[in-house]
T-cell receptor, first 115, second 117 residues
Framework: AQSVAQPEDQVNVAEGNPLTVKCTYS??????LFWYVQYPNRGLQFLLK??????LVKGSYGFEAEFNKSQTSFHLKKPSALVSDSALYFC?????????????FGKGTKLSVKP | EPEVTQTPSHQVTQMGQEVILRCVPI?????FYWYRQILGQKVEFLVS????????KSEIFDDQFSVERPDGSNFTLKIRSTKLEDSAMYFC???????????????FGQGTRLTVV
């Protein structure tokens, strides 16, 4: 069965420092991986995705993620965190149960960036 | 920028009542989804819809749930007889699938918070 794990409930970072939000996955076949961000009382906003090609994917708001097939990981990174990056981050993988393939989400990681 | 819109933002209903959650997907999108997020828990897939029919549904999506695309713009989720455990944030999403549905990102609405009392 396909699954996504986000091992950290919360990540605390000082503004200006690099941040990493971890994600590992388990799928049969090639994974399609996504990161979404959820600000308080808002919906899910798409950040970036990995489909194929370069393992380092760049997305919105200066975020990037590195796909590592051997470690089955897709960690989200940013070189310099901003207070405004504080939000809930979800990693997701596309499943193969149907023709469209629903998204399977991790439980989310709360990122807190302090000034 | 086009966006998915959902109404209402918050719905309070009594247990056993029917509710209809409404969504307007992005206009040129072909695939539509409903997800839910119980407070403090992960986002869970409910159902996907394509070409005027359900293409996939989860075990959560039982006979109490139904979806409909009554016209060219709206996409609705109906819960026939609500239970306390249906209280959650319900997200509608759509994707264009132009490059293939699997590798296309889904765009989410802001959600409807359903509270069953």
């Amino acid at each position: 069965a396909q699954s996504v794990a986000q091992p950290e409930d919360q990540v605390n970072v000082a503004e200006g420092n690099p941040l990493t939000v971890k994600c590992t996955y388990s799928v049969s076949g090639n994974p399609y991986l996504f990161w979404y961000v959820q600000y308080p009382n808002r919906g899910l906003q798409f950040l970036l995705k990995y489909i194929t090609g370069d393992n380092l994917v760049k997305g919105s708001y200066g975020f990037e993620a590195e796909f590592n097939k051997s470690q089955t990981s897709f960690h989200l990174k940013k070189p310099s965190a901003l207070v405004s990056d504080s939000a809930l981050y979800f990693c997701a993988v596309r499943a193969y149960g149907g023709s469209q393939g629903n998204l399977i989400f991790g439980k989310g990681t709360k990122l807190s960036v302090k000034p | 920028e086009p966006e998915v819109t959902q109404t209402p933002s918050h719905q309070v209903t009594q247990m056993g009542q029917e509710v209809i959650l409404r969504c307007v997907p992005i206009s040129n999108h072909l695939y539509f989804y409903w997800y839910r997020q119980i407070l403090g828990q992960k986002v869970e897939f409910l159902v996907s819809f394509y070409n005027n029919e359900i293409s996939e549904k989860s075990e959560i999506f039982d006979d109490q749930f139904s979806v409909e695309r009554p016209d060219g713009s709206n996409f609705t989720l109906k819960i026939r007889s609500t239970k306390l455990e249906d209280s959650a944030m319900y997200f509608c999403a759509s994707s264009d699938g132009a490059r293939g549905a699997l590798n296309t990102e889904a765009f989410f609405g802001q959600g409807t918070r359903l509270t069953v009392v």
